[in-house]
């Protein structure tokens, strides 16, 4: 599932290429929307909080959740005017907003610009909505990592509220605070030593934890390639399962985990049985010797 920093940069695009444009045609394919045409309305701009997106458009906002597999395209135009070839099949569009070309104060074309068209692929989640209600779709999230709500004592006031959660599962839970997915979780705790089996109350600097999440997604916000540690080697943990630790040469153990524990405590199952369990739990990376299990 894509992650703050991608979602925060897929909004940053689409801000940049649609802010002040007029739409001139909207399809939207999801039952709640697809009669929904913001034809002739000024695009105010788009953002991003946590893993959703909004679009304003006139007094309406876009909503969307890239969910597993989606993604914002923008295009302009090939070398002949004509609209640019979508890079995806068109059964996979779920949003289409097609903008005309930006104009000056008195109405004339700017140089250099052409019509847009933003394309939503493989959406998860598309809602048309009055601006006013955008709310509705975040407001159970806690401070977003790259929001200018940021607020790291209040992230980690959240995550204590439970003391006795793995701080795993906790990291990932967007109500504490939002943008983390598992590739920042496991990231993060290698980088704080941290096992996430580890309960939260008894992590010895769990602000320092956060800390580590937040400093990640910021110095990867604005780069196509993630990196946490090297351009050659960029993730120290995440993806590695049975390779060799960077710092201690231990392999690396991968494991699905959830608050119900993981996989093997839960159903009490081998390892190669582990992609068969449901949704709930989701996969970690850690080294099983620098990061340490602290528990109460």
Known sequence: M?????????????????????????????????????????IHGAFARGKHLFIRIGS????????MEG???????????????????????????????????????RDGSSPVEAVGFNLGMLDVVPTEHEERFVSHLGPDIL????????????????????????LLDQKNLAGIGTIYRAETLFLAGVDPRSTVAAVPDLPRVVEIASLLLNANRARPLRVTRTVAEPLWVYGRRRQN???CTSPIVREELSDQGTGGERFGITPH??????????LSYRCPTCQVLFRE
């Open 245 to 247: 630790c960077y710092r």
């Open 273 to 282: 049985r582990l992609a068969q369990e449901n949704d709930i739990a989701r």
């Open 71 to 109: 993604i914002w395209h923008v295009y302009g135009t090939d070398g002949t005017g004509k609209p640019a070839r979508w890079k995806r099949r068109t059964t996979e569009a779920r949003a289409v907003i097609k903008a005309n070309a930006r104009l000056d104060s008195s109405g004339v074309i």
């Open 60 to 67: 309406m906002s876009v909503h969307s959740h890239l969910k």
């Open 147 to 170: 929001g200018a709500d940021w607020n790291l004592a209040q992230a980690v006031e959240n995550i204590r509220k439970r003391p006795e959660r793995m701080i795993g599962p906790a």
């Open 2 to 42: 894509p992650e703050g920093d991608t979602v925060w940069r897929q909004a940053r695009n689409l801000h940049r290429a649609l802010t002040g444009r007029t739409v001139h045609h909207t399809s939207f394919r999801f039952p709640d929307s697809a009669e929904i045409d913001l034809a002739g309305e000024t």
